[in-house]
């Protein structure tokens, strides 16, 4: 099994930065498949980005292309979202996912899900 833990998320400005991550633990994921996903409330979960296991293929919703990107660290077994130029439009629950398919994955389809953190951004 695979535990998935986010943090860094809080209560920014519009136009700021903050940058997530996501510690794995249980077993390492560095052959894994990881992705960002949010859920703002009344909204359904949707895509953020998503990386492969080695980290040279990465992916982006359209609505944050440009401005967020997507990293990992497999010695840490961790992988990150760096978000800039924040807008209230991203206020949702970020939840970090991983699978043991190794491609990058865009579909909702992952084996293991964080708890999520809370971004709020205000206007």
């Known amino acids: 099994q695979v535990q998935l833990v986010e943090s860094g998320g809080g209560l920014v400005q519009a136009g700021y930065s903050l940058r997530l991550s996501c510690a794995a633990s249980?077993?390492?994921?560095?052959?894994?498949?990881m992705g960002w996903f949010r859920q703002a409330p009344g909204k359904e979960r949707e895509f953020v980005a998503a990386?492969?296991?080695?980290?040279?293929?990465?992916y982006y919703a359209d609505s944050v292309q440009g401005r967020f990107t997507i990293s990992r660290n497999n010695a840490k077994n961790t992988v990150y979202l760096q978000m800039n130029s924040l807008k209230p439009e991203d206020t949702a629950v970020y939840y970090c996912?991983?699978?043991?398919?190794?491609?990058?994955?865009?579909?909702?389809?992952?084996?293991?899900w964080g708890q999520g953190t809370q971004v709020t951004v205000s206007s």
């Open positions: 996912a991983a699978d043991p398919r190794s491609g990058v994955i865009l579909t909702s389809a992952y084996d293991y």
């Open positions: 990386i492969n296991w080695s980290g040279d293929s990465t």
């Open positions: 249980g077993r390492t994921v560095r052959t894994y498949a």
